[in-house]
């Protein structure tokens, strides 16, 4: 099996900064892409930030200029910071691995629980 871990959510200011992590576990022989959806209340999943295994990432507009996603590969975890954060990026925060399971030639999407990250005005 494998596991997403995410932390770091919470509530803020307008115009302050949050950190998410997600770590991933389990039984990885490698890790392809990772990244950062959101959702927000009545709206459908949107992605937010993706980095692939060798670094280059890439943003949604909302959040180009604000947003950095980086990974750690030795630990699989991947990172989100939030800085000038808006009352606009309030949702719930997903992350993603796309993982080769140990003895499988497969890749699986898999997905954290979600962390809240709410930003008030």
């Known amino acids: 099996q494998v596991q997403l871990v995410e932390s770091g959510g919470g509530l803020v200011q307008a115009g302050g900064s949050l950190r998410l992590s997600c770590a991933a576990s389990g039984s990885i022989s490698s890790i392809n892409n990772m990244g950062w959806y959101h959702q927000a209340p009545g709206k459908q999943r949107e992605l937010v930030a993706v980095?692939?295994?060798?670094?280059?990432?890439n943003y949604a507009d909302s959040v180009k200029g604000r947003f950095t996603i980086s990974r750690d590969n030795a630990k699989n975890t991947v990172y989100l910071q939030m800085d000038s954060l808006k009352p606009e990026d309030t949702a719930v925060y997903y992350c993603?691995?796309?993982?080769?399971?140990?003895?499988?030639?497969?890749?699986?999407?898999?997905w954290g629980q979600g962390t809240q990250v709410t930003v008030s005005s």
């Open positions: 980095i692939t295994n060798g670094g280059i990432a």
């Open positions: 993603h691995a796309d993982v080769k399971r140990s003895y499988s030639s497969s890749w699986i999407r898999y």
